[in-house]
């Protein structure tokens, strides 16, 4: 029972610290309209001065290029770029690790109850690995949002450019007015590329490398090859937003597919047995009176 206190406990944390980053997203994303940033997480206005004070010059001086290009799209793919920086990612991490393990060990110390070594143990991988499930899902939760909004935003430039629009003019016109998402983030970052001089296939190449979805970079293919060969830029946009929603469906068909199969584990586990004890519980229970009372009665006769 103490283990499972403890486990109670580091899920507690967890949960508590999830929540903290959560709330501090949702607020932002009411008052803005976006579904990106999240430097309004209390943890991180919490955590990131005493990061920046006295851990970021410390993970400065070490020798991690190759973690922090991995890191750095991560956090391009979470729509962070802007929030937090590798280096300071990786010193959150240390300050979790170190912190999580303080706060068990603080909290054993009032009641006695174990070893605060077996805690440290426990608890600081808890604090480094936390980080990475929290970036993990809001890039899950980034990739769904522009995987739900691509099928509009291809409709809308495609309407655009059948009025009269080439196709950035197209792409500025739906930033306008189109609803918030990752997407129009994104297609506003384009824009600013273009701005300060990059082509119109590397600011789409770009867009193509921070999301990291294929929908996006077979998107970005096909409009780069179509615009270096002079095709209707409408024509192809019609057909890949045909070809998305068709992808979107089969996708969804695999996990209907899926689901059914993922029920039948606990079907047979729980439900089955449910049945059998419903069906053949009576019967069971009258076999045993039967015999406890002196045989079972065979027609007339006994056992």
């Known amino acids: ?53 006295y851990i970021l010059p410390s993970v400065k001086s070490l020798q991690i290029d190759h973690a922090r290009k991995q890191i750095q799209k991560k956090i391009m793919c979470a729509g962070m770029s802007d929030d937090i920086t590798p280096d300071e990612y990786f010193s959150l991490k240390i300050l979790l690790a170190c912190l999580l393990p303080l706060v068990a060990v603080i909290y054993n110390l009032t009641l006695d109850l174990t070893n605060p070594f077996l805690l440290i143990l426990i608890f600081a991988p808890m604090g480094w690995a936390f980080p990475n499930l929290w970036l993990k899902n809001l890039i899950t939760k980034r990739k769904t949002d522009i995987r739900l909004a691509i099928p509009f935003v291809v409709d809308l430039m495609s309407l655009c450019t059948e009025a009269g629009l080439d196709f950035m003019a197209a792409i500025d016109r739906v930033v306008q007015k189109a609803r918030p998402s990752p997407l129009i983030e994104e297609l506003r970052q384009v824009l600013r590329e273009l701005k300060v001089g990059a082509t119109r296939a590397q600011a789409l190449r770009n867009m193509s490398d921070r999301v990291e979805m294929p929908e996006v970079s077979s998107l970005v293919a096909v409009l780069v090859t179509a615009d270096q060969m002079g095709a209707s830029i409408s024509e192809v946009l019609k057909q890949q937003s045909e070809q998305i929603r068709v992808d979107r469906f089969i996708k969804a068909e695999k996990e209907g597919a899926k689901a059914s199969q993922k029920v039948l584990l606990p079907t047979i586990v729980f439900i089955v047995p449910a049945v059998f004890i419903v069906v053949l519980g009576p019967i069971a229970a009258r076999l045993i009176v039967q015999i406890f009372s002196g045989g079972i009665n065979l ?5």
């Open 299 to 303: 027609g007339g006769g006994f056992l």
């Open 1 to 53: 029972m103490l283990y499972v206190a403890y486990a109670l406990f580091g899920a507690s944390i967890y949960i508590l610290a999830y929540q903290f980053f959560k709330m501090g997203q949702a607020q932002k994303a009411a008052l803005t309209g976006s579904h990106g940033a999240v430097s309004e997480s209390l943890i991180l206005k919490l955590s990131l001065p005493i990061v920046r004070t």
